[in-house]
Nanobody, 129 residues
Framework: RVQLVESGGGSVQAGGSLRLSCASS????????MAWFRQAPGKEREGVAA????????YYAESVEGRFTISQDKAKNTVYLEMNSLEPEDTAMYFC??????????????????????WGQGAQVTVSS
């Protein structure tokens, strides 16, 4: 099994930046893709960014395109989410997720929560206006 631990959340003012980290442990060789999701109170979990482990191809939700960057350090089994130009609407609990079973999700499903079987505990991001 793969275990995921997020870090780096916090509170910032609008326009500020934060970087989230997600450290993987366990049987990480089975991971085919990783992603960041977020969930605000009363809202559904939303896919933010994803990266295919082997190719490094990255995909983003329209709401964060150009502001957020997902990256990976394979040697450290860590995935990052660099968040710039943060807006109050970005306030949410951010979750790291890994797809460790079967084939990597298609481009159309890479930001769908059901494609991921391992989840971190979450990191709170709060952006004030």
């Amino acid at each position: 099994r793969v275990q995921l631990v997020e870090s780096g959340g916090g509170s910032v003012q609008a326009g500020g930046s934060l970087r989230l980290s997600c450290a993987s442990s366990g049987y990480t060789a089975s991971t085919v893709s990783m992603a960041w999701f977020r969930q605000a109170p009363g809202k559904e979990r939303e896919g933010v960014a994803a990266i295919y482990k082997r190719s490094g191809n990255r995909y983003y939700a329209e709401s964060v395109e150009g502001r957020f960057t997902i990256s990976q350090d394979k040697a450290k089994n860590t995935v990052y989410l660099e968040m710039n130009s943060l807006e109050p609407e970005d306030t949410a609990m951010y979750f790291c997720a890994a797809d460790t079973i079967g084939f990597a999700p298609t481009r159309e499903r890479v930001l769908v929560p059901e494609e991921y079987d391992a989840w971190g505990q979450g990191a709170q991001v709060t952006v004030s206006s």
